[in-house]
C-alpha cells in the first residue's frame, strides 16, 4: 500500500488546491486526470483512499467508482466522490456505485479532514483482519454468501419513540432490514430484546437523554457494540458537530429531514461492511483453531498438546496436586490400513478419537500427536484414578469392533497404553516445562514396555 | 466476563451514588464493603471494571490494586481508585501499584463516565486479541521479557519545542524510555525519523498548529500510530474537553503543570500495555503462520496447498493461462528411516525441503502433504516449462547426496514425480475447486505410474 490518497481531477486548480490542503494535513497523494489513469493508479499504487472528480474526459467519476468496486485488486479502498453538483440524483448514483461519501464543492475542509480520518480508521482495521484471514486462505464463499444475504438489523434512536418511528415508517420501504426502535437505554444494555443491530441511526440531540455524540462513545465502549456501524443524524450541517461525531467513532453522518432513498442506501452499505468484517473477523479466529488442530480427528494436535503440557505441569505445581499421561499407540495398525485402505484406516482413527474423548472428563486433554499416537493428560490426577482412566481407554476401544465405511463390515484394534505420574512438584520449581517433558519420556518409555509385553496393555512407569 | 461494574467502598451512601450514576449509563454493578470481598468478587465475577475506594476497612485500596495486578485472574481488569484526599503521595502510590486512573471526590460525572468509556474501550480491544492469542495456547514468555525491557519510546508534541524541551527535561530523570520532540507535521509522518513514538504526549493547544483534539484523532487514523498510546495534555482542568478528548482516542489526560514524577508512572504504565497488545497482535499473527505451515519443514502444509490450488484453478480461469500440478514422493524413504532413525530421516526431509524451495520460482507453490509427499503448483505453465521443472528436481534430489547430522556421512534420495497440465479453463468455467481436484487427481494417478515404472522419474499424465 502506497499510503497516498489519489486525487482524481481533470482540472489542474483543483488537484492543486485539494493536493495543498491533504499535504498540510500530512498526508501524501497521487494524481490522475481521467478515468483510466485514475483505475490504472488505483491496481498499481494502491492508494490509502481515492478522492474521485465526479465529471472526467473519458468515463464519469460514477462508472470509475463502479469499475474499482468491481476488481477484487481496488474493491477495499474507500472512495470519496466529489462534485459542484447539489442534484439528489446523482449523490444516489453514486452512493449506489459504492462510493463511501458524497462531498460537494466548495469543500469544508474541516469535514473533508474528519470523513478522511473516519474512513482511513475503518479502512485500517479491516486492512488488518484482512491481512490476517488472509495468512491462511481465502474467505469460507459459501458462508459468505449465506451471511451477506441474510437481513441485518437496524437501531433506530430518537429523542421521542414517536420520532423514530416516523423514520421507520419513511425507511422501511426502502430496506429488506428489520427495524427496531430503541431508547438510549435499551440500546446500551448487554442483552438488548430482539438482538444487536448492525447498524445504529442516533439522533443527535437526544432530548432529556442527553448528546447522540456521547452515546456514540458510548456505544464504541460497549463489548456488544463496538463492531457496529453508527450514523449520527444531524438537525442541520454543523461542520464542527460533524466532525467531532466522525472523530468519536460514527461512521456516517446523516442530515434532518432524513431522505429516505439515500439513507437506505447507506444503511445497505455499512451493513455490508460490518458484515464483511465480522466475517473476517469469524475467518481469523477459525485459522487460529486450525493452527491447533488435527484436522482428520479434530482433536488438538501435537503442536497444543505439548504446550499445554507445560501449562499443566505449572498449574501443578501451583496447586500442589499432581497430574498424569498417557501415550496410547494403536497396535499394528499399519495391517488395518494395507488391508482395508486409508478410508477405512481414517475412519477408525476418527471412532478411536471420538471414544477417548467421550470417555475423559472436560479438564483432560486428548490429542492426536502421530499417525496412530494419541496423547491424554489428566491434571489432578492420582495413580488410581489414571489408572484406571487408561484401562477404561484400552476397554472402550478393544472390545467393540468399528465399523467400517460403505457397509465392509467391522473390525477390531486395541491399543497400547504408556501411562506415567507427574512428580509431586514443590512450589520453587524453576522449570514446569522440563517436568513436562520428563514426564512425557517415561510415558514414552512405559509404552515401549506395553508394545514389547505384547501390546493391548496398560503399563505404568515406575519411576515418579 | 459478568460485564459489571464493581464499586468497592465501606460507606453505604458512596456506594448508592456510584451505583446510580453508573445505573444511569446502562452499567450494570456489584457492591463489596471491603477489600477482601472486593478481591474475592474481582475473581469469581471478573467485572469489566473496578472502581475502588482507597480507605477501606481491613486492607488499603492501595493493597487491593497491588494485589489485582499479582494475580493473572484478575491483572487485566481496569482500576479507578477515587479518594477524597488530593495528596500527591497517595496518587503516586495508587499508580505504582497499577491503578489505571485516580479520580478525586467530589466526582464530575462527566469525566467519570468519559473515563470509564475509554479504559472499557480499551479493555475489550485487548480482550479480544487475547482470546484470539490463547487460543492457540501461551505467549512466547522469553520474547515477552526482551520486549519488555526494551526502552519505549516517548514522542512530545507542544505548540513550540522550547516546551517541549522544557517538559523533556523534567521527565528525563525519571524515565528509562527515549524522548523525541515532535512537531504535529512530523508526528503524522509515515515514517518519522527515529522511529515510531509507543506514546505521544500532545498539548491541547498547539497554537498555530491547530488543535491538540483533532492531531489525537490523526494519529489515530493513521496506520503508525493507531496501535499507539496517547496522553493530551491540557492546560487546566475542563471536562468537557477532557471527556471529548478520552472519546477521540487520547488513553489518559495530564494537567499542566506536568508532575514529573506522576507523568513518568504514567508513561510507563501506558508503555507496558501498549507493548503487551504489540505482543498479542505478533502471537495472534504467528498463531495464523502455524495454521498454515508444517512445522519440520517450515513449507506449506496439506490444508493450505488445496486452498491454494483452488486459487490457483480460479486464476488460471481469468488469465486464460494453464497450470501445472507436481505430486512427489521420496522413493524408499521408509529405509532411510529404518537404517538412520528418525531423526536422520528428518534431515533428509528438511534437506529436500529446501532444494525444492530453491529450485522454482516465488509464485510457485511448495508444500509437504504427507509424510515424505510433496505438492508443487506452477501458474502460468506449459506442459514444457513444467515437465523442465520437474526434472530439475528429479536431479537436484537424486545427483547430490544429503548429509547427516552428526557426521554420519550422506545419503542419496531419489524422488518420482507425478506431473499434470490443468485443462484449458472457459471463463465461464462454473468450479475451478472441481477442476484443482481433477488435476491433483490426475497427478495422483501419474505418480502411481512413475512408481510402478521404477522409480527416480517424472510421469506425465496423458489427459488434459
Chains 1, 2 share one sequence.
Not at 463489548?223 to 461512521?251: C, F, K, T, W, Y
Request: proline share 5%; net charge neutral; hydrophobic share 45%.
Amino acid at each position: 500500500m502506497s499510503r497516498k490518497i489519489l486525487i482524481v481531477d481533470d482540472l489542474a486548480t483543483n488537484r492543486i488546491i485539494l493536493k495543498v490542503k491533504l499535504n498540510a494535513a500530512c498526508h501524501e497523494t497521487l494524481q490522475a486526470v481521467d478515468g483510466s489513469s485514475a483505475l490504472r493508479l488505483a491496481r498499481e499504487e494502491q492508494p490509502k483512499l481515492i478522492l474521485l472528480d465526479m465529471v472526467l474526459p473519458d468515463i464519469s467519476g460514477i462508472e470509475v467508482c463502479r469499475k474499482l468496486r468491481a476488481d477484487p485488486a481496488t474493491w477495499h479502498i474507500p472512495v470519496v466522490i466529489i462534485t459542484a453538483s447539489t442534484d439528489r440524483e446523482s449523490r444516489l448514483r453514486a452512493l449506489e456505485a459504492g462510493a463511501d461519501e458524497f462531498l460537494t464543492k466548495p469543500l469544508n475542509e474541516v469535514i473533508l479532514l474528519a470523513r478522511i480520518r473516519s474512513l482511513l480508521r475503518a479502512h485500517e482495521t479491516e486492512s488488518e483482519l484482512r491481512m490476517r484471514s488472509e495468512t491462511w486462505g481465502e474467505l469460507d464463499l459459501a458462508e459468505g454468501e449465506t451471511v451477506f444475504s441474510m437481513p441485518g438489523h437496524v437501531g433506530l434512536i430518537a429523542a421521542e419513540p414517536a420520532v423514530a418511528m416516523n423514520w421507520r415508517n419513511a425507511l422501511a420501504p426502502h430496506l429488506k432490514e428489520r427495524i427496531s426502535i430503541l431508547s438510549p437505554t435499551t440500546a446500551l444494555s448487554d442483552r438488548p430484546q430482539g438482538g444487536v443491530p448492525d447498524i445504529y441511526l442516533v439522533a443527535a440531540n437526544l432530548g432529556a437523554q442527553g448528546s447522540g455524540l456521547r452515546l456514540v462513545a458510548d456505544l464504541r465502549s460497549r463489548v456488544q457494540s463496538r463492531h457496529a456501524a453508527i450514523a449520527l443524524v444531524l438537525p442541520e450541517a454543523e461542520p464542527e458537530a460533524a466532525a467531532m461525531a466522525l472523530d468519536v467513532g460514527a461512521n456516517d453522518l446523516l442530515t434532518l429531514p432524513l431522505d429516505p432513498q439515500e439513507t437506505a442506501l447507506r444503511v445497505t452499505l455499512h451493513v455490508r461492511r460490518k458484515r464483511r468484517a465480522d466475517q473476517l473477523r469469524r475467518s481469523v479466529h477459525k485459522g487460529l483453531r486450525m493452527a491447533i488442530t488435527d484436522p482428520l480427528t479434530g482433536l488438538y494436535n501435537r503442536r497444543y498438546a505439548i504446550a499445554h503440557m507445560d501449562r499443566i505441569a505449572n498449574k501443578a505445581r501451583e496447586t500442589g496436586r499432581r497430574f498424569a499421561v498417557m501415550l496410547l499407540d494403536l497396535d499394528r495398525f499399519k495391517s488395518v490400513n494395507d488391508t482395508y485402505g486409508h478410508v477405512a484406516g481414517d475412519a477408525v482413527l476418527e471412532t478411536v478419537a471420538s471414544r477417548l474423548r467421550d470417555n475423559l472428563r472436560p479438564a483432560d486433554l486428548v490429542a492426536r500427536i502421530g499417525g496412530e499416537e494419541f496423547l491424554v493428560a489428566l491434571p489432578e490426577a492420582t495413580l488410581g484414578t489414571a489408572r484406571l482412566a487408561a484401562e477404561r481407554l484400552c476397554r472402550v476401544i478393544g472390545d467393540h469392533p468399528i465399523p467400517l465405511p460403505e457397509g465392509r463390515g467391522a473390525v477390531t484394534v486395541t491399543i497400547s497404553v504408556g501411562l506415567a505420574l507427574g512428580p509431586d512438584l514443590a512450589p520453587e520449581t524453576r522449570d514446569p516445562a522440563a517436568t513436562a517433558r520428563d514426564t512425557l519420556a517415561r510415558a514414552d518409555a512405559a509404552l515401549m514396555a506395553a508394545k514389547t509385553e505384547g501390546r493391548n496393555q496398560v503399563t505404568i512407569s515406575s519411576a515418579a
